[in-house]
């Protein structure tokens, strides 16, 4: 079974600051792996994805993600938030051989202040 | 090019009655899945719709159930509702037939916010 741990349930930041969302995942299988942000009332949109290649991949509104396969890790970065950027952000496996279900972790809200 | 729509927005129903919630996939996909997010949740995976088929199914009992049609929208039918049911319930469309790197890719909707008093 597969299974997505987010190591920090809140990360407040001062607006320009860099930033850094932590993400581990458990799997004995390979699996594909997720970040989606989740504003305010609203459903999940798909920040980036890492499903082979570089281990370093860039997402949309400035953010990048490394997959560390040794360390089971994809942490979320951002060199410099917005207020703009306050939301909540879920990490999210999937199965390489299975497109249908993915696993989210519990979440992390991001808190930018001015 | 519309984007997954789910209706109704809200909705508010009694312990024991039954619901029906109603998702439309991006324009081009083909696969329907659903999820429930409890409240300060992550999302979690109830089943999934492939060419009219329950495809896959997560640990969610009998009382939810789904249909898919030719168009392929999907309804997501819980019956005997529970408090516990209260929750978001998000509907995510992919293109399944393609079996490549974009079949993983999942459009999610705005939700519904089911209350169950």
């Known amino acids: 079974a597969q299974s997505v741990t987010q190591l920090d349930s809140q990360v407040p930041v001062f607006e320009e600051a860099p930033v850094e969302l932590r993400c581990n995942y458990s799997?004995?299988?390979?699996?594909?792996l997720f970040w989606y942000v989740q504003y305010p009332n609203q459903g999940l949109q798909l920040l980036l994805k890492?499903?082979?290649?570089?281990?370093l991949v860039k997402g949309i509104n400035g953010f990048e993600a490394e997959f560390n396969k040794s360390q089971t890790s994809f942490h979320l970065r951002k060199p410099s938030v917005h207020i703009s950027d306050t939301a909540e952000y879920f990490c999210?496996?999937?199965?390489?051989?299975?497109?249908?279900?993915?696993?989210f972790g519990q979440g992390t809200t991001l808190q930018v202040k001015p | 090019d519309a984007g997954v729509t789910q209706s109704p927005t809200h909705l508010i129903k009694t312990r024991g009655q039954q619901v029906t919630l109603r998702c439309s996939p991006k324009?081009?996909?083909?696969?329907v899945s659903w999820y429930q997010q409890a409240l300060g949740q992550g999302p979690q995976f109830i089943f999934q719709?492939?060419?009219?088929?329950?495809?896959q199914r997560g640990n969610f009992p009998d009382r939810f159930s789904g249909h898919q049609f030719p168009n392929y929208s999907s309804e997501l039918n819980v019956n005997a509702l529970l408090l516990g049911d209260s929750a978001l319930y998000l509907c995510?469309?992919?293109?399944?037939?393609?079996?490549?790197?974009?079949?993983?890719?999942?459009?999610f909707g705005p939700g519904t916010r089911l209350t169950v008093t």
């Open positions: 995510a469309s992919s293109l399944g037939a393609s079996g490549g790197p974009s079949s993983y890719e999942q459009y």
């Open positions: 799997s004995s299988v390979s699996v594909y």
């Open positions: 890492y499903l082979s290649g570089s281990t």
């Open positions: 999210a496996v999937s199965r390489t051989s299975n497109t249908g279900k993915l696993i």
């Open positions: 324009s081009g996909h083909d696969t």
């Open positions: 719709y492939y060419e009219e088929e329950e495809r």
